[in-house]
Each structure stands twice: as C-alpha cells, then as structure tokens.
C-alpha cells in the first residue's frame, strides 16, 4: 500500500504547483526532449479519406541523415494532403485535420496554428512554431516575440506585404525546439503555402527555421545577414531567403537588435529594387 500523504507536503506541493501554473509552467518535461517517432511509440495514423489529388505530389523528402527516424509514411501523407489544397482556407483545414505529426498529439497544443497575413504577400516569414500564446489564439507570432517582429517589420515597412507561418503546426511541450523530424513532416504544407502565396522572398526567423529549410547546420549567428538560395523538396520552386535572428531572442539580447535591423533592410532593399528586365 503506499504511504499515506502527508497533508503538510500536500499543502507544499499544491502551492508549488500553483506558483508554477502562475508563471507559465503548464507542462511536464524531461530534461531531454523525447523523440516519439524514434522510440516508436508514435505510428501516423492512416490518411483520412478525401477527393483525388488535383496537384502535383513531389517525391518523398529524403532523410535528413544517419540515425534520423524514418518519416517517409508522415511525409508521404503530408504531401498527398498538401497537393488537394487548392487555396489557403483548404490548406488550414487540411492541416487542422492532419495527425501524421507527434506534436498533433503531444497534449501541449490545443489547435493546429496555420498563419497570418496578406494571402498574396511578397515576403513570406517562417518562424520556428508556435508558442503558448499562438495556440491559445491560433495565429502565429501573436505573443510578445510575435509584437516585437511586428513592431520590426512595420518600422522597415513591410506591414500588410507579408505571410507568416512555422515550420510547424503544433506548440513543441514547454516550448522547445521542433525537432528536424517534426520538421520534415509539416515541411509539405510550408513548401504548398509557398506555391499558393508565391512570394518573392522568405525571411527565416531563427535557427531553427533557417537551418531546416536551408538544409544548412550552421548557427544562425553564421547564416543570417546574406541570400542564401532555398529550393522546395521536389526543386520545382526557389525563392531567395534571408535567415534573422529570432524575436524572442533580441527580447533577451537587445544589443543584437541592430543586426535583425540591418537583416530587414538588406531584404527591403531587395524588395523595392525596381525589377531589372531579363
Ligand atoms: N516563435 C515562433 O517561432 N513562432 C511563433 O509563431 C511564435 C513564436
């Protein structure tokens, strides 16, 4: 039989547990994120039925590397969904039905966060995922980072001229970095919102955003600042992408706010350069 509560621990672990509810803290973690599709605890569920693909499905997205679990079945659904998306509307229902992703069903999300923005922006900005603030109200980058990203992009001019989406759908647990799994899954829809957006350029906000859709391993530090070419799974699309440093960032280190700055006006500079004809 287990031992019978003490009621003055009780007390202490319940006011422990409401000061943390206070600050925020609204899920259990590990000190290590769990990779659930490597343990093999999670099996994407089958696709559920819809109309005939009326797009083209590009092949399945090979392996990031050795040692990364195998996503192809996810990814392969992702793609079939992603394909039938004819519009934005069907591409945010579409991905609200999806559960081929683990963060679908991790309990930290409560809503799928598709995007915001002026459906034919010219700039489309990927962020990392959504946090607690953006899957209470579903919206991307709604939070203090997401102001802060406003209050940039306005002051550089590029309030109603963008798009702003995530690598992925569903707030990571406690807010940690989507792994390069999760990543790999949702990267369909992100490549099928740029087919139907069709921007002129991306902004990729954070490491985690730069290096996934990049390809690239290096830190942000090192890739932001300069055009670094992005090409969708299947090589049908590129677009040049500008890699910034991450919102939430700059809110703890201000002093690299200059940088972001200097960011946003290489990509505005860009943006505004009357086009050259061919
Ligand atoms: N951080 C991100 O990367 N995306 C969001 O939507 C919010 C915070």
Redesign the pocket.
Known sequence: MPPAADPASRLYAESLLAFWAEAGVDAMLLDEAVDRIEAGKFVPPPAPTRPAPTATVSPIRPIAGAGQPDVSGAVAQAQALAAQAETLDQLAALIADFEGCPLSSEGAATQA?FARGAPDAPVMVI?????A??DRQGA????R??QLLDRMLGAAGLTGRVF?T?TVFWRPPGNRTPTPAEQTICAPFVERAVQLVKPRMLLL??G??AKSMLKRDEGILSLRGRWIEWRSADGSLELPAMPTL???FLLRQPAAKKRAWADLLTLTERLDRPERPE
């Open positions: 966060v962020g990392e995922g959504p946090g603030d953006e991307p980058f709604v939070g980072a997401g702003i995530n906000v954070g985690a955003s991450h919102p939430a």
